[in-house]
């Protein structure tokens, strides 16, 4: 029988869906979100990208940040090797319910699913979670892909991640802007896009790692649409 991902954990670690506002569309199409998300033909090539720049290395512990449906799980997997975890954070209990779908059906025994929002994070909370389910408190890396300009408070979201890590860690950052150059013409479709699936397309959150990194890489895919930035954020606290 196929391992089983380390289960789901309740409110402790983070606010669960806010009671009273509006239904997460997340929720609603969490298990079609994979094919309607225009995966394939646009965004896995930032994934590729943002994973490359950040270079986990084998054994190594990356949050994932606003995972969904566990799309970077299988670029993380090739890159941290069975001694590797990965921590899959989602404020959204339907697409984290996908994520742990995808793990089980791979045989991956080695992630930690995490349902928190980010912007009211009680990150001793989570590090003691993930601690209690075999994780280490502080990660050696993160990434963040088309998560941080869905977040209202991107740059609170921001702040309280950075709780979550070691000293000198990795960060990559993958996210959207209006492409620019031969593909201008396509940047009424790209804001359609986000406006649908609820991001800002004018948020550029990257601009945290070429504020706050050191070694910074700069990418680019799909006509400038997606913008990826890694580097090693330093003076972290101990």
Known sequence: MAPRPRSLPSAECGQLEREGTVKDKYNIYAPVYDVLSGERAVYRAGRIQGIDALDPRPGDQILDIGCGTGLNFPLLQDRIGPTGTIIGIDRSPGMLRQAQRRARLHRWDNIILVQADLISLDASAVMEQVSGQGGTPASDGIIATYSLSLM?????????????LGADPRVSIVDMQEPYGSARWLAPLARFACRIG???????????????????????????????????LQHRHE
């Not at 209202?152 to 979550?164: D, H, K």
């Not at 959150?205 to 400038?224: K, N, T």
């Open 198 to 232: 609820g991001a800002d397309i004018f948020a550029h959150p990257w601009q945290f790692v070429e504020e706050d990194c050191v070694g910074v890489d700069s990418r680019s895919a799909r006509g400038g649409h997606l913008q990826i930035r890694a580097g090693t």
């Open 152 to 164: 209202p408070a991107w740059r609170t979201a921001w702040a309280n991640i950075q709780n979550l």
